[in-house]
């Protein structure tokens, strides 16, 4: 079973910056394509990004469109969501997973197990 590690949070002013990393240790990532899910309180879980297996392909949610960049670097098993103009509604659990396929209807295409997620809170 595919099982990835999200790391990378923390607490950030509005218009920050943070970088998120999404790492395998039992599994090649490179098989995968891979997405950032995250949750808000008191809110469901939605889709943030999705990275295709050779980076041809890019999904973003209207939200973070323009200040995430989704990424990965398959040489180091690890997929990365580049945050910047943070905002407090930025502020959630962030959660990577694989999808079968990075196209618009990625977040109905999750397989596998949740993490623990990573913390974003963007305050000041």
């Known amino acids: 079973q595919l099982q990835l590690a999200e790391s990378g949070g923390g607490l950030v002013q509005p218009g920050g910056s943070l970088r998120l990393s999404c790492a395998a240790s039992t599994f090649t990532l490179d098989y995968y394509a891979i997405a950032w899910f995250r949750q808000a309180p008191g809110k469901e879980r939605m889709g943030v990004s999705c990275?295709?297996?050779?980076?041809?392909?890019?999904r973003y949610a209207d939200s973070v469109k323009g200040r995430f960049t989704i990424s990965r670097d398959n040489a180091k098993n690890t997929v990365y969501l580049q945050m910047n103009s943070l905002k407090p509604e930025d502020t959630a659990v962030y959660y990577c997973?694989?999808?079968?396929?990075?196209?618009?209807?990625?977040?109905?295409?999750?397989?596998?197990?949740w993490g623990q997620g990573t913390q974003v809170t963007v305050s000041s």
């Open positions: 990275i295709s297996r050779n980076s041809g392909s890019t």
């Open positions: 997973a694989g999808v079968s396929l990075c196209d618009n209807g990625y977040q109905k295409r999750r397989f596998g197990s």
